[in-house]
């Protein structure tokens, strides 16, 4: 659906905002840029992970603004230094050893609402703007919330109408597949849940190590009446077959086994990366591991990651990665309890918020609702739901 054309004259009146950065000191290496693995990435783009500076925000940088300066001259972009664009990383072409300066202006994401009145007036109710994400304004309580508009950092402004402004969580029940599991919260049994993943479990891009996944999953249990704790192993930029032939301490397996889970909830993102071919006979191996250390197994699937990473042509529609629909099938035919964080997911659409509003740094790690989500998800396999009011919202986003 499409503004019409009064509504799209209220939106592009209020184009994106612009910051801009004067006389930033940036050292630049030599060499080629690499998206944010290499490169020096200008300050005002980047993300934030508990206060400290993470990755560049892609998409936020403006790449014609950017002038660079060294002891008052201007450098040349493809004979001083090249730039990516897109991720806002920038390198020089030889050494030098004066300072290098920069001049460059960034964009800022917002989302408005729509809402139309009891007369039938209708009217933009402007968003706050955030580097990364932000969050739509309160709609008063005697309005309509037809739709949000979204105004990414270029292009057009996207229409997306609310259908719901609620969901239920995605993932029946499954305590008939988690039996230790069951037994133990019936029973006022003290249960051991061990977290094992990668950066997402690690609590990438939390706020706090309050909001990552796994200690809101204990918040919930623990308030449900369950002597409940959670623990995590897990290490960034993993996946599960560096972690089941490993022989760096950093990754052993061994540390899963020591933390002796009765219920073991699996994550990884990253696997979604790995040779399909693969999968099937990981994931059979870890299920005989679960046997092996006699526990129950929850698997996750992954939240969204920039469309790119994705195959995503949008930001709406089903997930359309063959690791999601593998788990689910995996699940279904050994009968595996999975939390569908994904489903959580391709529903974001329908609430008027497009997904690349939940990632903190524009790339692969949500934000605190991104967190939720997976809480959210986690705790209706185990039969505990979960109000939406209940879960924590984006904490930390005046930064």
């Known amino acids: 659906m499409q503004l019409n054309q009064e509504e799209f004259a209220l ?18 290496p030599v060499g080629v840029p690499n998206r944010w693995m290499y490169g020096w990435p200008f300050r005002g783009i980047m993300s934030t992970f508990r206060g400290v500076s993470d990755t560049p925000v892609p998409g936020a940088f403006a790449g014609d603004s950017l002038v660079l300066t060294s002891e008052g001259n201007r450098l040349v972009r493809g004979r001083d230094f090249e730039v990516d664009d897109d991720w806002g990383v920038a390198t020089r072409s030889r050494e030098e050893t004066a300072d290098i300066r920069a001049d460059y202006e960034f964009r800022l994401l917002r989302l408005d609402a729509l809402i139309e009145l009891p007369d039938g007036v209708r009217s933009l109710i402007r968003g706050q703007s955030h580097l990364s994400n932000p969050i739509p304004p309160l709609v008063p309580a005697i309005a309509r919330h037809v739709a949000n508009v979204f105004i990414p950092y270029r292009d057009t402004p996207q229409y997306l109408p609310v259908a719901t402004r609620t969901s239920p969580p995605s993932t029946p029940e499954q305590t008939h597949l988690l039996r ?11 249960i051991r849940i061990t977290c094992w993943g990668d ?7 939390s706020s706090s190590s309050w909001s ?11 308030r449900a009446g369950h002597a409940a704790t959670v623990s995590v192993v897990a290490v960034g930029g993993t996946n599960t077959p560096q972690w089941l032939g490993s022989t760096t301490a950093s990754t052993a397996l061994e540390q899963v086994c020591d933390s002796d889970p009765d219920l073991l909830v699996l994550e990884f993102v990253n696997d979604a990366e790995l040779d399909p071919e693969s999968w099937p006979e990981v994931y059979a191996e870890i299920l005989r591991r ?9 698997l996750v699937t992954p939240h969204f990651t920039r469309p790119d990473w994705m195959g995503h042509e949008s930001m709406s529609g089903p997930d359309p990665r063959p690791y999601v629909h593998f788990l689910r099938s995996f699940c279904a035919a050994t009968g595996t309890a999975l939390a569908d964080v ?3 997911w391709e529903r974001l659409w329908d609430r008027g918020l497009p997904y690349l509003t939940l990632l903190r740094n524009g790339i692969n790690h949500p934000d605190d609702r991104g967190h939720a989500i997976y809480a959210r998800e986690i705790c209706a396999a185990l039969g ?7 879960a924590p919202t984006a904490l930390d986003m005046r930064d």
Do not use: K, M, Y
Not at 180 to 190: C, V
């Open 180 to 190: 230790r599991t069951a037994d133990r919260l019936r029973s006022g049994t003290p």
């Open 199 to 205: 950066s997402v479990t690690v609590g990438g891009s």
């Open 342 to 344: 994904s489903r959580t």
């Open 290 to 298: 679960c046997e092996e250390w006699d526990c129950d197994l929850l």
């Open 212 to 222: 990552s996944f796994p200690s809101v999953v204990e918040h919930h249990l623990q």
């Open 384 to 390: 505990i739901l979960v109000a939406e009011a209940e």
């Open 11 to 28: 939106a592009a009146a209020d184009p994106p905002e612009n910051r801009g950065v004067t006389n930033e000191f940036a050292p630049l």
